[in-house]
């Protein structure tokens, strides 16, 4: 890929700096969990954000539509760039799961399929089955018929999970490490260190054994796997939370790991507090005056967006009560 320039994004940073303003806020957030009804709250969204002629109980879609339109915008405004790869292998990993997964059960998986991923869902369905994926980077490829394999054998479709979500980082870092850009860079081993820590704290939390920690840690990040688990062998949190003192993440973690203490305590706080971690460097990104780093700052921030109102419109529809919707709901870009 060519360098990337600061200036060649001076366009796109402007029209999307424009776009932001009609992004939902917390208080619009809480404004919808308020609502009485699920058709009160995805109005609210759809007044400000969602911009769909759909009815509530399309919702899915109307959310689909918006991720669809914000990508298409932003490969218009960066002339399809390479970096948009690196966001839309996730919906490849996602797909696969589905096909995967309706595989085993005899279902039809086009339905639950996302159109974002790099290759069209129709034509990977049909490459899947032909055994042939070629299209995909060669790590998710192996991945997806190891994780078929891995299924048939063990009936177990967390497996398929965690070998796809771990091919999906990987293909991301490697991707992001070939386009050069450091804070693309840093945002995927972001994603990677925070999901390391995650699950070490929830291996802990169920009494697991370091073995368990060692097969599920992902290399690519920025944390010292040898420190984490010597970390995680001691007593309580403690030693985890101060793990992180020598590293970027230890002021936004520190508070985090007091929600782990007590008896009764749950891991959404400290779920919640993790994910938010990624929110806060889009957010430093709009420091930047012009550049790719608003570019990718706005596309996520959408991807926050998106899964923040489908939590709200969701937990209306299931009759979740108020207070516990907001618990659940992460940190807004706007």
Known sequence: MNKIHDVDYLYATARLRALEKNMLT???LEKMVDASTLEESYKIANDISLHSRLEAAEYEQAIGDMLSGAYDLVAELTGE????????YKYDGHNLKVIIKSQSLGSDPLRSMSPLGT?????LLRAFRERRLDMLPERLANAAFEASEALAKSGNPQTVDIMIDRAVLECML??????????????VQSQIDIENIR????????????????????????????????????EGFDAMRDMLYITRYYTHFAPLFDTLSGRGSSLTAFEKGAEN?????????????????????????????????RIVLASKEAG???KNISERLRDTYA
């Open 119 to 123: 290759v069209p869902k129709e034509e």
């Open 81 to 88: 760039s390479e970096v948009l790869s690196v966001f839309r």
């Open 199 to 234: 699950t070490a704290v929830r291996l802990k939390r169920m009494k697991q054994e370091l073995p368990a920690l060692q097969r599920l840690f992902l290399d690519g990040g920025t944390l010292d796997a040898a420190r984490l688990y010597e970390a995680f062998e001691a």
């Open 174 to 187: 490697a991707k992001a490490e070939e386009i050069g850009f450091p804070f693309l860079t840093e945002l």
């Open 26 to 28: 917390g208080r619009d």
């Open 277 to 309: 971690y990624i929110i806060s460097l889009l957010k430093g990104a709009k420091l930047v005056a012009f550049g790719l780093e608003p570019v990718i700052s706005y596309l996520l921030g959408k991807e926050n967006e998106a899964k923040d109102i």
């Open 320 to 322: 979740v009560e108020s």
